[in-house]
């Protein structure tokens, strides 16, 4: 069976420093892979998204960016954390070729200081 | 673009009584529907979708959503709450194999 992992769980990070959240799907090949993002009061807002290896796809301009290395493992990263990127951040795996059934990590707390 | 908004960013029940979460969607070309269940510091979990076919779509835990196109509607209803349905609940929409789009959430609390 398909598993999505995501680490860490919680993460507090001062302004101005890097970011690397990782995830990694584990029981299938080629999948969709996403990053959204879930700030209070604003819902799940789909930050990246990736059909393959090195492609990705950005959906809002911002201070982060994403990276697939390797087939299953998505990444999510930022040189320099504002105070806007707090949030809980969400991986988020399909099937090549289909965007639904969406399958979801655990997510990862982010405060930033 | 397509879009989706839940009526409501909290909704409170007593125990037993009738749960009505609202979503209204918005989209130019017949959509695919979602609703997911999120509890505290987890990942979503879908509850049902709605792809086409009937459109009174039945889901996990008791819960129910109706495909109304003449109210471009798809609310999540349960006959009767109880206390681990408290959590909050997504409203999703997707058109054309694009990635889904989320409403805010809509927070349910069950009442003893």
């Known amino acids: 069976s398909q598993t999505i992992h995501q680490w860490p769980a919680t993460l507090v990070q001062p302004v101005g420093s890097p970011l690397s959240l990782e995830c990694t799907v584990e029981g299938t090949s080629n999948p969709n892979l996403y990053w959204y993002r879930q700030a209070a009061g604003r819902g799940l807002q789909l930050l990246f998204y990736?059909?393959?290896?090195?492609?990705i796809s950005s959906e809002v301009p911002q201070n982060l960016s994403a990276s697939r290395p390797q087939d299953r493992q998505f990444i999510l990263s930022s040189k320099k954390l504002l105070l806007s990127d707090s949030g809980f951040y969400l991986c988020?795996?399909?099937?090549?070729?289909?965007?639904?059934?969406?399958?979801f990590g655990n997510g990862t707390r982010l405060t930033v200081t | 673009a397509q879009s989706v908004t839940q009526l409501g960013s909290h909704v409170s029940v007593s125990e037993g009584a009738l749960v009505l979460l609202r979503c209204n969607y918005s989209s130019s070309v017949p959509p695919y529907l979602f609703w997911y269940v999120q509890y505290p510091n987890q990942g979503l979990q879908l509850l049902l979708k709605y792809t086409s076919a009937a459109t009174l779509v039945k889901g996990i835990n008791g819960f129910e959503a109706e495909f109304k196109k003449s109210e471009t509607s798809f609310h999540l209803t349960k006959p009767s709450a109880h206390m681990s349905d408290a959590a909050e609940y997504f409203c999703?929409?997707?058109?054309?194999?694009?990635?889904?789009?989320f409403g805010k959430g809509t927070r349910l609390s069950v009442i003893a």
């Open positions: 999703a929409v997707s058109v054309r194999n694009t990635p889904l789009v």
């Open positions: 988020a795996w399909s099937v090549q070729g289909a965007v639904i059934p969406l399958h």
């Open positions: 990736s059909v393959g290896i090195g492609q």
